[in-house]
């Protein structure tokens, strides 16, 4: 393994929050959801459907889909990929029952089970580019939507190493979330190694692109998780992860940059089944607890992952 797992989960939200920070010059929110689906997973230590609605109900969170709400839906399911990613068939199970929530529309379902899936192939290491897309059809099973057509085109593209005006002309003939997320993939795929030129290219749109200035907050933050998984943590340029989260003083309804961090470790710790973490998740984003802290107990051995 070349990277820790808790790399690659910090990757996730760094890389999610960068990619919308990148996006928009206003108070970055399309985490909030997700942040509330962590802290019930560290708070219950599996999926809890009706926690998960008690507190977006708390949190006054609106659950109607439009149509620029697809990011905040597939981001609100990452918590979810993150703690069923070793094992593909409680994966699809639990996105699956988790999309319930907002009861979202086949295409929708389709464009969170493809980032889910490959996300987790980031976390077990999994990912190979040439075979990434025909894996991802073959997860999403048979369906109506026209996603696993538009994944073949960008597969086709890539195979002739199109450039990124010809892909954006060939997938604006295509519906717009699919479209949205076949750029998110294109761009991942296309400059695999390096997180920062993924990010900015699909941030890159001129004034005459206005099908693509529509999502483009959501399908940037998006296409950063992508890349934060597979880079990790380590591969986001430092000067980005000091710079930008200065800039917005409270990311993702938290107080600041440092508690999502935080989260994510915690989360990883649950995940394992090594750490007994207390029931009250307030306590998460105090100084020292955590991975560095000494307020965890260990109650199992080092490595030992218990069945969920």
Known sequence: MRYSLVSRVRGIFLGAFLGESLATHNRCDL?????????????????????WLKRYQ????????????????????????????????????????????WDTNPVMTDAALVIGYVIAQSLTEKLDPITLIPQ????????????????LKVNSLLAQDA?????????????????NIALAIYCFLSTLEDFRL????????????????????S???????????????????????????????????????????????????????VYTVTPNTQELTKPGYG????????YAAPSVIRPR
Not at 62 to 72: E, M, P, Q, S, V
């Open 31 to 51: 985490g909030a959801m997700t942040i509330l689906g962590v802290q019930s997973l560290i708070e219950y230590g599996r999926l809890d459907v009706d926690d």
């Open 58 to 101: 708390q949190a006054a969170v609106d659950l109607n889909i439009t149509h620029i709400a697809w990011g905040k839906i597939i981001l609100a399911t990452l918590p979810v990929v993150i703690f069923f990613h070793e094992d593909t068939i409680k994966l699809k199970k639990n996105l699956l029952q988790v999309l319930q929530i």
């Open 136 to 151: 991802t059809i073959s997860f999403l099973g048979k369906t109506t939507t026209s996603i696993p057509q538009t994944l």
């Open 163 to 179: 450039g990124l005006e010809q892909v954006r002309g060939e997938l604006t003939k295509q519906e717009e979330l699919s479209s």
């Open 198 to 217: 993924t990010v900015l290219r699909v941030n890159n749109h001129t004034r005459k692109q206005e099908y693509w200035c529509l999502g483009s907050q």
């Open 219 to 273: 399908r940037s933050a998006i296409t950063g998780a992508l890349s934060g998984a597979y880079n990790t943590a380590v591969g986001i340029p430092v000067n980005w992860q000091v710079l930008f989260p200065a800039t917005n003083s409270a990311p993702w309804g938290l107080k600041n940059f440092s508690q999502m961090l935080e989260l994510a470790n915690t989360l990883v710790e649950v995940w394992s089944g």
């Open 291 to 298: 991975m560095n802290g000494n307020l965890l107990s260990i």
